[in-house]
């Protein structure tokens, strides 16, 4: 019988300091035109974010600059890619060993097996995944695997990973870390659609443990694949001033037709199985308007997406590590739940798969 991989625990980490606030009132603050400006705090006032978090620490100069304690984004030119690599470089190890950290008791690093790390906000080598495997003392022949650059939809990606090292070898322990600093990557712009985009994102970093050991979260069937006519909707470019992202408008319109056709369709083959009454949906937090796009495409409840929509307004999106936080939420409640898990990135994709909470 082929073993089946569980999500036993999830660890998360969030940096110290609470930027969303700061970056509103910076922005706003730049923007002269009184009409773009109005149309920007309404948005603020739409967008369901409360908090996003931050190595960078704000602060309000005397002649009432918003910047942060280093600089870092201070009057006069912002740091360029190898500025923000050195951070990067300097604080992701830091904030994935928070997150091990939290793991607790659930985790002895004798026994990992692999260790999975996806990022895209920043490069380094030595990579993140040894400076992890050196720093909690994970034995040298841990087979380790990086998925780079993927995006939102990492997390599947990764969890994939996890599932299939576990069906092929059920004494596996994989260690799956999911990790971003997306505040690194702020551009210097008032372009409101590129602020717009910037508005939704923070830092984050989750980890779970991914066995046979038949509690958590039972791993099902993981599927892919790629909407139509959508490949430029997500892009993620570096550029001499960090990585550029490009979150068009039309992403949630994309998504919702895409989940529309899927519900007209519902056969096995689809996104959805064939089946449309989860107990549990755990869908990637990239926005609130995405959000609602796939509540009213699915015609789900109200409160389908409630552990979404919480943390959306508690920590923004965080890109990889934004699901993670998402299962965590569900794997901390009781109860027996059949669920589905997506989300959406570049391409523009769709990753999914479905899980079993066991109760």
């Not at 002895?108 to 097996?113: F, Y």
């Not at 495997?133 to 780079?148: C, K, N, Q, S, Y």
């Not at 602020?195 to 599927?223: I, K, N, Q, T």
């Amino acid at each position: 019988m082929t073993a089946v991989a569980h999500i036993n625990a999830i660890g998360t980490a969030k940096p110290p300091h609470e930027v969303h606030d700061a970056f509103v009132r910076f922005v706003a603050g730049r923007i002269e035109v009184p009409k773009t400006r109005r149309l920007f705090e309404r948005m603020v006032e739409r967008a369901g974010i409360e908090q996003r978090f931050s190595y960078l620490e704000p602060v309000t100069l005397d002649d009432g600059t918003i910047t942060d304690s280093d600089g870092f984004y201070g009057p006069g030119e912002w740091p360029g890619t190898d500025a923000r690599m050195a951070r990067y470089e300097r604080d992701a190890p830091r904030l994935g060993l928070a997150a091990i950290s939290a793991l607790g008791d659930a985790l002895d690093p004798g026994s990992v097996t692999h260790l999975v790390v996806a990022s895209c906000t920043g490069f380094m080598a030595p990579g993140l995944d040894q400076r992890i495997a050196a720093a909690i003392d994970l034995h040298p022949g841990v087979e380790r695997t990086v998925v780079g650059f993927m995006g939102c939809y990492a997390a599947v990606n990764s969890l994939r990973l996890a599932h299939h090292i576990v069906r092929s070898e059920p004494a596996a322990r994989v260690l799956v870390l999911t990790l971003e600093l997306c505040t690194l990557h702020f551009q210097k712009t008032l372009d409101l659609e590129r602020l717009l985009a910037m508005l939704l994102f923070g830092d984050g970093a989750a980890v779970a443990l991914v066995s046979a050991e038949p509690h958590g979260l039972a791993l099902d069937d993981f599927r892919a694949t790629t909407l139509p006519s959508s490949a430029e909707a997500i892009r993620w470019t570096i550029r001499n001033q960090g990585f550029d992202m490009h979150l068009g408008g039309e992403v949630p319109g994309h998504i919702g037709n895409a989940l529309r056709q899927e519900m007209k369709r519902n056969d096995a083959d689809g996104l959805l199985r064939g089946q449309k009454d989860y107990d549990l949906w755990a869908v990637h937090a990239g926005g609130r308007s995405i959000l609602d796009a796939v509540e009213q495409a699915l015609e789900l409840s109200p409160d389908a997406l409630d552990a979404s929509r919480t943390i959306l307004r508690e920590q923004g999106n965080m890109s990889s590590a934004t699901l993670m936080f998402v299962l965590a939420r569900m794997l901390a409640e009781q109860g027996h739940a059949r669920g589905i898990a997506m989300a959406f990135g570049p391409g523009l994709a769709a990753e999914s798969f479905r899980f079993t909470r066991l109760g």
